[in-house]
């Protein structure tokens, strides 16, 4: 029995992580974040095509799952992938779908 319990939670884990990137502009932030690693909120919320205050309820959404995290550099504030499963999910979603990464050269930090 126990590995039926070990499954569903599991299952429960995976369900709850889709649920949390299952929206067009967190996969589009997603697909911005992979590229370069790290991106200023301005370039994400321009990236997806969000107000600021749209832009943090979404990223508000995937902190909460702790799928992204950030960081302040004075008043700039750097968002990156912090769940490494993300990277495994979106590998053929990525390369099928998201811009290439000289689409951001003038937004992202080097």
Do not use: Y
């Amino acid at each position: 029995m126990g590995g039926v319990v070990e499954f569903q939670a599991k299952a429960t884990e995976v369900a709850t992580l889709l649920e949390a990137v299952a929206n067009e502009r967190r996969l589009m932030l997603l697909c911005k974040l992979l590229e370069p690693g790290e991106a200023t909120a301005g370039s994400l919320a321009d990236a997806a095509g969000l107000s600021r205050s749209a832009l943090s309820q979404h990223l508000t959404v995937l902190r909460e799952q702790e799928i992204v995290t950030h960081r302040r550099e004075r008043q700039t504030l750097w968002s990156r992938v912090a769940d490494p499963r993300i990277d495994d999910l979106f590998s053929a979603p990525h390369a099928m779908f998201c811009p290439r990464r000289d689409a951001f050269a003038s937004t992202t930090r080097p």
